[in-house]
T-cell receptor, first 114, second 115 residues
Framework: GEDVEQSLFLSVREGDSSVINCTYTDSSSTYLYWYKQEPGAGLQLLTYIFSNMDMKQDQRLTVLLNKKDKHLSLRIADTQTGDSAIYFCAEIFALTGGGNKLTFGTGTQLKVEL | SAVISQKPSRDICQRGTSLTIQCQVDSQVTMMFWYRQQPGQSLTLIATANQGSEATYESGFVIDKFPISRPNLTFSTLTVSNMSPEDSSIYLC????????????FGPGTRLTVL
């Protein structure tokens, strides 16, 4: 199957850490991605992780991958009001005609409160 | 990463009409993709567009409804035909970046409202 699930909402206080979780179903994906969508904007690639890694850190972002449980998480340290957005995880599938298709999670709306 | 622009950024259209959305990339790319994001929903792939060949459509999407052109390596169009209110969505194009990570970069999207 190609279902990628996320919790719908997360609310945190400014300065706290945010953890956004994602459960995917296809263990053959080579890469998993996190995208950010701000209101009225397109998708911005935040980070990605290769499937043979279990952790990747990029400044305030930490990605954890548990391949056994097909669980991916994104931790944002010192969350700021500018981090308020919808966050999508995505996994990649090869297309039979060439190229790759992204299957997106349901999206998690992060709200950062002062 | 690629810089991608889309036109129009938004439009309000009448039922039964058609709208063509343009996607321009600042570099030559082999594959371009069109996604739909219905209100409050996630993104769903409509079709993959390779230059010089017919677009490949995902299940649930057909060429008569969503014809796609790919005349060169930096440009593509998606037409939403015979629109109904159910077509109200954000339509996004994306391209696959160079390198081994198969990362896709997205345009800013076209917000379509059908009355």
């Amino acid at each position: 199957g190609e279902d990628v699930e996320q919790s719908l909402f997360l609310s945190v206080r400014e300065g706290d850490s945010s953890v956004i979780n994602c459960t995917y179903t296809d263990s053959s994906s080579t890469y998993l991605y996190w995208y950010k969508q701000e209101p009225g904007a397109g998708l911005q690639l935040l980070t990605y992780i290769f499937s043979n890694m279990d952790m990747k850190q990029d400044q305030r972002l930490t990605v954890l991958l548990n391949k056994k449980d097909k669980h991916l998480s994104l931790r944002i340290a010192d969350t700021q009001t500018g981090d308020s957005a919808i966050y999508f995880c995505a996994e990649i599938f090869a297309l039979t005609g060439g190229g790759n298709k992204l299957t997106f999670g349901t999206g998690t709306q992060l709200k950062v409160e002062l | 990463s690629a810089v991608i622009s889309q036109k129009p950024s938004r439009d309000i259209c009448q039922r039964g009409t058609s709208l063509t959305i343009q996607c321009q990339v600042d570099s030559q790319v082999t594959m371009m993709f069109w996604y739909r994001q219905q209100p409050g929903q996630s993104l769903t792939l409509i079709a993959t567009a390779n230059q010089g060949s017919e677009a490949t459509y995902e299940s649930g999407f057909v060429i008569d409804k969503f014809p796609i052109s790919r005349p060169n390596l930096t440009f593509s169009t998606l037409t939403v035909s015979n629109m109904s209110p159910e077509d109200s969505s954000i339509y996004l194009c994306s391209v696959e970046g160079a390198g081994p990570t198969d990362t896709q970069y997205f345009g800013p999207g076209t917000r379509l409202t059908v009355l």
